[in-house]
């Protein structure tokens, strides 16, 4: 008992431990002066460096290979995102110019500032690119673990509680980081919360 016990808290501090060390980074990063200029490269920098430092057994690749593949994804993700969302938005404004809706752009343009690309298009793009660089399966539980962490995003877009620049990068990284780290840590989550069946 006791020895089961252990393995849970072992692997329980394997998930978290990580996922706090993210946030503490990001929050100085966002909070002291020292980084004030520099915070977003910092930022972004920190995330691709502790998802493979805290999963080298789960790499795919040699770990100067994955370091650097993870860290260039951070940054491509970030940047992808927004210039697709600026595709859909440009396309939105349009649609909305042809259909004789203008007076509803500047409504419908503060309602979706930051959604598509923070809550939506990046959570996808990291999950779906970081199966080339970790051992990630395809599965229902990975699918559904993505879809909740898309769905705490958007609520919390929503409600405002990452409306400013500082929360956006504690809350976003905080929140994929874990779920990246339930993600990877599947089979073992799987082993070892599995009810005893009893004869």
Same mark, same amino acid.
């Not at 100085?28 to 915070?39: A, H, I, R, T």
């Given at each position: 008992m006791e020895s089961i016990f252990i393995k849970k808290l072992t692997l329980v501090s394997k998930i978290f431990l990580p996922t706090i /060390?993210? &946030? %503490? *980074?990001?929050? #100085? +990063?966002?909070?002291?002066? +020292?980084?004030?200029? #520099? #915070? +977003?490269?910092? /930022? %972004? *920098?920190? &995330?691709?460096i502790l998802i493979t430092i805290f999963n080298l057994k789960k790499i795919r690749y040699g770990i100067i290979i994955n370091l650097i593949s993870s860290i260039s994804l951070s940054f491509l993700v970030f940047f992808l995102s927004l210039v697709i969302e600026g595709g859909l938005i440009y396309l939105y404004e349009e649609l909305l110019i042809i259909f004789s809706l203008d007076f509803m752009k500047p409504i419908a343009i503060k309602q979706q500032e930051n959604i598509i690309s923070v809550a939506i298009l990046s959570p996808i793009l990291m999950f779906y690119s970081y199966k080339l660089l970790f051992q990630i399966k395809n599965n229902r539980y990975f699918k559904v673990t993505a879809l909740i962490s898309i769905i705490i995003l958007l609520v919390l877009r929503l409600t405002n509680l990452m409306i400013e620049e500082i929360h956006l990068f504690i809350y976003w990284q905080t929140i994929m980081f874990l779920a990246l780290q339930v993600i990877l840590y599947e089979d073992e989550l799987k082993i070892l919360f599995r009810p005893n069946k009893k004869n």
């Open positions: /060390t993210c &946030f %503490i *980074l990001v929050y #100085s +990063f966002q909070k002291l002066d +020292f980084f004030k200029y #520099s #915070s +977003f490269y910092y /930022t %972004i *920098l920190s &995330f691709g």
